[in-house]
């Protein structure tokens, strides 16, 4: 198939989608950004545009992009920590018309602070995260969000399995006010990073209330490899320190060092197995046959106007979840099998597998990944508990699929041993501490899957 042209309107049109820092001051299991609590005393840059350049450099780079029309997209982390920074970028970029810019923010801070900056070219994705804040001091918040002059398109309400029985009221009351609320799936990250499932309830609230296509992408999230799309050819992608990439595509560059890397004028094969989920990238597929909206840069404005349309047909979506079958590989004759361990169950960690004494900071949050088996039983194992000195810090009871641990012992139920997740490291004092993992069968025996030195360092 011949490549399709970008439309001339759009030529002088740029997305871009900046994550300005993967600090939050919220705990979210079901997100995968780090966690802000304290600068580094030493001033060692950290995941935060303003550690890496001054404010004034990123409004100077912003403002060297020659398309008439740029929608920036802001995200993190939570991009208002950092307050006197951001209302500094924010009052650089409202100066000129040509940026739209959307915000994805929990609505934590202070809206009086802001008073000065111009709001008509900025809109606010809100979100709400039951576990971190009541609800009222939450509607609080965002009705003086609201009185301050900013609008907001949408609160976010992500659909973890521990928010979904506030979900309904929340919404309601919040559409009540007057805010319209996206109920978003959760993707697997945090400790839900192995999660392969959907319940039944979580589905039927999210055919209630996601269009049909965004829950097509969102859900079944077909293989897009190799089809035609517009994405590349309107966005870029951006990073804290200065890194941005053509989206997809994986050139990255300094801006600026290199300046900006070049965007194709046409459709390109999706280079990617499955899309990444947002929104504005699948509605980009040129062949996509669900979508009857016009090729744009899909602001959050027009994702809401879809909502809406949505929710007052009273249709709800029309979808059941595929049941997912964990395959189990064949070993061929020729494989070479490594001996079991004499253990009862073993696995790796393989994370810092590069370094001898995995390193953090007081209240950090860090990144798990590896496998785990019970060498007598069928796996996944009931759970694996994690153990920092003589404190519990977390548990991991989802396991994917890792066909190449099966391989190389040539068992078959090996292959559900993978796992992925996030711990959140408890205030701690300086000093090395013990780092286990404890697999457990489901029997109930348990054992050792690993055991690192974990250095807290607080500078």
């Known amino acids: ?96 018309p040509k940026f739209e810019i959307r915000i994805d923010t929990n609505g934590f801070w202070d809206p009086a602070y802001f008073a000065a900056i111009p709001k008509q070219h900025i809109m606010l994705v809100v979100s709400y995260h039951p576990l971190e804040i009541a609800f009222d001091k939450y509607l609080t918040r965002l009705r003086a969000i609201r009185d301050a002059g900013f609008r907001i398109e949408m609160v976010n309400y992500v659909l973890a399995p521990e928010n979904l029985d506030a979900c ?42 996601t269009p049909p296509l965004d829950l097509h992408y969102r859900l079944i999230n077909p293989p897009t490899k190799g089809r035609p799309c517009f994405h590349p050819a309107l966005s870029y992608n951006m990073l804290y320190d200065g890194s941005i990439s053509t989206y997809c595509l994986n050139n990255w560059q300094n801006l600026f060092k290199d300046g900006a890397p070049e965007r194709p004028v046409e459709t390109v094969p999706c280079p990617q197995e499955r899309c990444d989920g947002c929104m504005e990238m699948y509605r980009a597929l040129a062949d996509e046959p669900l979508n009857d909206t016009p090729l744009g840069l899909y602001p959050v404005s027009e994702h809401a106007a879809d909502i809406r349309k949505h929710r007052s047909s009273g249709i709800p979506s029309q979808f059941q979840m595929p049941q997912i079958q964990q395959h189990m590989p064949v070993i061929p004759a020729s494989a070479i099998k490594l001996a079991l361990p004499a253990e009862p169950i073993f696995g790796s960690l393989e994370s810092y597998l ?12 860090i990144r798990l990944e590896g496998w785990a088996v019970s060498r007598e039983m069928e796996t996944p194992l009931k759970e694996i508990q994690l153990w920092l000195g003589d404190r519990n810090v977390g548990v991991i ?30 205030a701690l004092p300086h000093g090395v501490y013990e780092f286990r993992g404890i697999g457990v069968n489901p029997s109930g025996e348990s054992a050792a899957i690993w055991n690192r030195p974990l250095r807290i360092v607080n500078d």
């Not at 959760?186 to 319940?199: A, C, D, L, N």
């Open 1 to 96: 198939m011949l490549p399709k042209p970008l439309p001339e309107h759009l030529r002088s049109s740029l997305r871009i989608t900046w994550f300005l820092t993967y600090w939050c001051n919220y705990t979210c299991d079901y997100c995968g950004v780090d966690v802000f609590l304290q600068r580094s005393k030493s001033r060692v840059k950290q995941n935060h545009a303003f550690d890496h350049y001054p404010v004034e450099s990123w409004i100077q780079e912003l403002h060297r992009f020659p398309q008439e029309r740029i929608y920036l997209k802001i995200t993190g982390g939570e991009p208002f920590l950092d307050r006197a920074n951001f209302r500094a970028l924010l009052q650089g970029l409202t100066s000129s």
């Open 397 to 426: 009871r989802e396991f994917h699929q890792r066909d190449d641990v099966a391989l190389r012992y040539g068992r078959p139920e090996f292959a559900r041993s993978g796992w992925r997740t996030m711990v959140y490291l408890p």
């Open 168 to 209: 309904q009221t929340a919404v309601q009351t919040l559409e009540e006010e007057g805010f319209l609320v996206s109920v978003g799936t959760m993707i697997p990250v945090g400790v839900y990073g192995s999660r392969t499932h959907r319940t039944t309830r979580e589905v039927e609230l999210l055919a209630e209330y």
């Open 354 to 365: 590069s370094e001898p004494t995995i390193h953090a900071r007081s209240r950090d949050r």
